[in-house]
């Protein structure tokens, strides 16, 4: 997945038995993220991610467990989302620049037409086709039996687990900690798909990074015992002509959002869940977000800023719990 | 490969009347956001700074007192009142400048991608946090440790 993590526990290591855990943790903690990165990444060419991408249209394709668990996570958080996370969106991070090699359009003209990204958009409408299957301990994914033709080339449909992916990574290594008795801690994938335990002293502060002022914090909130999501679009992008391409793609136009959502936090769930939800709540328009956060949402703790009439401006549904950091900050109309 | 240290800390609570012994071990695989963070103004004198690298504690400095190195990979070296600390970790190296007489403290140089640590403002009071994620390296005002700050996005 090309992404690192830090893993945090707090114990008396005067004691050889604690750092010994530790240390077994800590290997395991490595094995799940190779074994999940050899399984899903999409840069990996023999991962079943890879596999299943390189597949014809309508061909069923061999995964291992791990494929198929997290592909039905993805095809779960598409239904909750009525589309708005699509895994499907592999050509358009691929035509933005946003793929393994993070080549960047050089300049607006580089820029893949709407005529081709509304191909790519097609394609991945079809999502919903994909069929999985476990027979006889054996799992499956069918891809959907449709093409589109761009150039000289028929393409059927690819996906990209990453994003949901790393939360499944963060939920199994959230296991670890009471498999080898830590009780305080955390594991921090990316920064931005976290499993948090007990602090040693109260709760953890997380401070959550403003998306508009470099090296700054807009929102603070007082943690512990959570599994949690970020998403934002200060995260990859680049800026052609006062206009911002960032890495989420809108799977309705297969183009980086326009949404106006700057950055997303999804508090509760499982972290695949809450990886799924914050990408699908940055591709809608906030007055979207927060009809979907009142309607769908309510067990979460959310929060977003986004921009509206040229200012940022934030939301959340937490009544208390956190702190703006940045007084300028104005709640969303 | 990751890395630990045992690492005790002990902290002194205005409003608690027993010390805390915190006995911690921190793991560091990589990271890969640059950050520093600006929290809520606080009333404590900024006195010196801690340095962390890989969850380690490698390097204190005491405007009153001058350096310790604690750990290894750390070199010092005082010039015209600045103090340039180079850590150097498996990911590479950090160059941190202390301004002795401005209590300034910041990052010159670094050999990580996009050196965001280096654009980092200075910490100039107890509030400045320096990170650099991808060398685990984090820069925080004397005595604060480990108050449980996690950057997050």
């Known amino acids: 997945?090309?992404?690192?993590?830090?893993?945090?526990?707090?114990?008396?290591?005067?004691?050889?038995?604690?750092?010994?855990?530790?240390?077994?943790?800590?290997?395991?903690?490595?094995?799940?993220?190779?074994?999940?990165?050899?399984?899903?990444?999409?840069?990996?060419?023999?991962?079943?991610?890879?596999?299943?991408?390189?597949?014809?249209?309508?061909?069923?394709?061999?995964?291992?467990?791990?494929?198929?668990?997290?592909?039905?996570?993805?095809?779960?958080?598409?239904?909750?989302t009525d589309g708005s996370y699509n895994p499907a969106v592999y050509y358009g991070v691929q035509a933005f620049g946003f793929g393994s090699d993070w080549v960047y359009p050089q300049t607006s003209a580089d820029l893949p037409s709407t005529a081709q990204t509304d191909l790519y958009a097609e394609l991945a409408s079809h999502f919903s086709e994909v069929i999985t299957e476990q027979k006889d301990g054996t799992y499956y994914a069918t891809k959907p039996n449709f093409t589109i033709k761009s150039g000289d080339e028929e393409l059927s449909l690819k996906i990209d687990l990453g994003g949901v992916g790393k939360g499944y990574a963060v939920d199994l290594i959230d296991g670890l900690f009471e498999k080898y008795g830590f009780e305080m801690g955390y594991f921090s994938f990316g920064s931005s798909s976290i499993a948090l335990k007990k602090f040693t002293d109260g709760d953890f502060k997380l401070q959550f990074v403003h998306p508009r002022k470099s090296g700054g914090a807009y929102l603070s909130i007082p943690l512990s015992c959570s599994l949690l999501s970020t998403s934002g679009d200060y995260e990859k992008y680049y800026v052609f002509d006062g206009a911002r391409y960032c890495h989420i793609i809108d799977p309705s136009t297969c183009r980086p959002i326009t949404s106006g959502m700057a950055a997303v936090t999804v508090i509760g769930g499982t972290a695949a869940e809450d990886d799924a939800i914050t990408t699908a709540l940055m591709t809608m328009t906030p007055a979207e977000a927060v009809s979907f956060i009142n309607s769908k949402l309510s067990t979460h703790r959310v929060a977003f800023a986004c921009e509206e009439g040229g200012e940022l401006r934030y939301y959340t549904n937490m009544q208390g719990g956190f702190e703006l950091l940045d007084g300028a900050l104005k709640p969303l109309t | 490969m990751s890395f630990k240290k045992v690492e005790e800390v002990k902290r002194d609570r205005a409003f608690k009347p027993l010390d805390l012994i915190i006995y911690s071990a921190v793991a560091v695989i990589l990271v890969a956001v640059f950050l520093s963070v600006f929290l809520t103004k606080s009333d404590k004198p900024f006195s010196g700074i801690e340095v962390y690298s890989g969850g380690e504690?490698?390097?204190?400095?005491?405007?009153?007192?001058?350096?310790?190195?604690?750990?290894?990979?750390?070199?010092?070296?005082?010039?015209?009142?600045?103090?340039?600390?180079?850590?150097?970790?498996?990911?590479?190296?950090?160059?941190?400048?202390?301004?002795?007489?401005?209590?300034?403290?910041?990052?010159?140089?670094?050999?990580?991608?996009?050196?965001?640590?280096?654009?980092?403002?200075?910490?100039?009071?107890?509030?400045?946090?320096?990170?650099?994620s991808p060398h685990g390296l984090k820069i925080i005002p004397l005595g604060r440790g480990d108050d449980g700050t996690i950057i997050v996005g």
């Open chain 2, 57 to 132: 504690l490698k390097y204190t400095y005491a405007f009153d007192g001058g350096g310790n190195i604690s750990g290894e990979g750390v070199e010092e070296e005082i010039t015209d009142g600045i103090v340039s600390v180079r850590v150097t970790c498996v990911k590479g190296y950090n160059v941190i400048k202390i301004d002795v007489a401005a209590r300034s403290v910041r990052v010159e140089e670094a050999d990580c991608k996009g050196k965001d640590c280096v654009y980092t403002p200075a910490i100039v009071d107890s509030d400045g946090v320096i990170y650099c």
């Open chain 1, 1 to 80: 997945m090309g992404t690192d993590g830090f893993l945090v526990a707090y114990a008396d290591f005067s004691d050889p038995q604690r750092e010994q855990a530790f240390s077994d943790m800590a290997a395991e903690t490595e094995l799940i993220l190779k074994s999940v990165d050899g399984s899903l990444s999409a840069n990996i060419s023999t991962s079943f991610v890879s596999r299943f991408n390189a597949a014809a249209a309508g061909e069923r394709v061999e995964l291992d467990e791990r494929a198929f668990t997290v592909l039905n996570i993805a095809i779960d958080a598409y239904n909750f």
